[in-house]
């Protein structure tokens, strides 16, 4: 079983990394009743009563007859660094492989998930559903996952493994060695400083048995107590963390904090936000968000994660009628390059929420789902459905084989993907 060190950011230039690649020619190209995988953990039971200097010149020549001219210096040449050595030695195939998160039940791993894991060469995975089984059988699925790794599947890089163990009606490890955890919202009435000593709790549990990343905590603000039974997604389960932006922030953040005290990456979503849908995409078509637009004070909360050197940010799968209203989020390069990269300054993961089983993805086929993500900016995306995996990879090996602009995205969402290992 694989352990990574605390998150720390590593900066690599991507330009450096584009002269080491040119030489390596050598490389091949809501909820759910009855558990099943889902996006980031939705719930599995419907609560009866939420409460929820530009370089110097260089001097002139001599006109003495006596001067010898010397010829200007040789730029030094860049040193690849030790992640940008990581991602020349994979193949394209194993490149593609690094941006996938596919689901493993949290009971024992099914065949299409190995499956990803060996011959598609996912570098990600996440334990979804629900177990009660506790720490040690959990420890032994986790093993079972990790134990993928070799120089054929992955290159030897460890896996990512996730779960989404939020608290309230989203938690999917429970049993002996787990804290039953509550909602959000109670969460946060304990203030910042417990939640964020609990969190620290929670997350030692996690990495006990293996788990470096969870999904939470959501940091979506409901826009009142009173829309919060409306709002599916997230008030109906009392997900947030209260209802104004500087609550969310505070709070939200101090799970996030508690999170890596422990040693475990933290995942804040929904972003831009799901606070003012009412439907759910993981179980509805079309659902809109008409009001949240690009400087939105509902932002704040996403902000301050990412100043605070959050490294992983999941990206809603709503539209956004005021942002970009011909795109999902997963599908726009406004909100994942413009708002993220450009706007708050991200340079971590851009991760999808569920591409594979969520309602809101039916009109796209598995293969227009994985290009349309990576394609507009994306880094990561998940993958409840372990059966689409195969055309999900097979289509981006493909378009990168054949699009050098597409083939320059996949290259930079894997290095972004090796960075954060590396720092994790």
Same mark, same amino acid.
């Given at each position: 079983?694989?352990? /990574? ?16 690649? #040119? ?9 759910s ?17 939420p ?15 006596s ?17 940008? !050595? ?13 941006? /996938? ?5 949290? *009971? ?21 559903g ?7 059988? %959990? ?17 030897g890089l ?110 804040? !979503? ?10 759910? %995409?993981?179980?509805? !078509? ?15 909360? /996403?902000? =301050?994660?990412?100043?605070?050197? =959050? ?10 009628? !005021? ?30 929420d569920?591409?594979?089983?969520a ?24 993958? #409840?459905?372990? %059966? ?17 602009? /597409?083939? #320059? ?6 290095? *972004? ?8």
């Amino acid at each position: 079983m694989r352990k /990574f060190p605390s998150i720390a950011s590593i900066s690599v230039s991507i330009a450096t990394a584009g002269v080491l690649l #040119a030489t390596a020619s050598g490389c091949s190209s809501g909820p759910s009743n009855s558990g099943q995988a889902t996006a980031e953990g939705t719930p599995s039971v419907s609560p009866s009563s939420p409460t929820t200097t530009p370089a110097p010149s260089s001097p002139p020549a001599s006109t003495t007859p006596s001067a010898v001219t010397s010829p200007p210096p040789s730029a030094a040449p860049s040193t690849p660094s030790s992640v940008e !050595k990581q991602l020349a030695a994979l193949s394209l195939e194993q490149r593609v492989g690094q941006l /996938f998160m596919v689901a493993s039940k949290a *009971t024992g791993a099914e065949p299409g998930t190995m499956e990803a894991l060996t011959k598609y060469h996912a570098g990600n995975v996440y334990l979804s559903g629900r177990s009660k089984a506790g720490t040690a059988p %959990t420890a032994a699925v986790v093993s079972a996952l990790t134990g993928t790794v070799s120089a054929a599947t992955t290159g030897g890089l460890p896996l990512f493994v996730a779960t989404d163990q939020e608290g309230g009606y989203v938690q999917v490890l429970s049993g002996p060695g787990f804290s039953t955890i509550p909602t959000a919202l109670v969460q946060a009435s304990s203030g910042a400083a417990k939640l964020r000593a609990d969190a620290a709790t929670w997350g030692k549990e996690l990495r006990r048995v293996g788990v470096n990343v969870n999904l939470a905590p959501v940091l979506d603000t409901v826009t009142s107590p009173e829309f919060a039974p409306s709002n599916a997604p997230i008030g109906h389960f009392q997900r947030e963390y209260g209802y104004d932006p500087g609550n969310v922030s505070l709070l939200g953040n101090a799970f996030a904090d508690g999170m890596k005290d422990a040693g475990v990456a933290p995942v804040v !979503k929904h972003f831009p936000g799901l606070g003012r849908v009412v439907p759910n %995409t993981d179980v509805s !078509k079309n659902v809109r968000d008409t009001t949240t637009t690009r400087d939105d004070p509902a932002l704040e909360p /996403f902000h =301050t994660a990412i100043a605070s050197g =959050t490294k992983w940010v999941m990206v809603s799968n709503a539209y956004y009628d !005021k942002i970009d209203p011909a795109n999902i989020a997963p599908f726009s390069a406004t909100i994942m390059d413009a708002m993220l990269r450009a706007d708050a300054g991200f340079t971590g993961i851009v991760l999808s929420d569920d591409l594979c089983s969520a309602a809101q993805l039916e009109a796209w086929s598995d293969a227009d789902r994985a290009l349309n993500f990576f394609g507009a900016g994306g880094t990561m995306l998940v993958c #409840a459905d372990p %059966t689409s995996i195969p055309a999900m990879h097979q289509a981006v090996v493909q378009k990168a084989t054949s699009d050098p602009a /597409f083939r #320059a995205k996949v290259d930079a969402a894997a290095l *972004t993907v090796l960075q954060v290992k590396a720092g994790q």
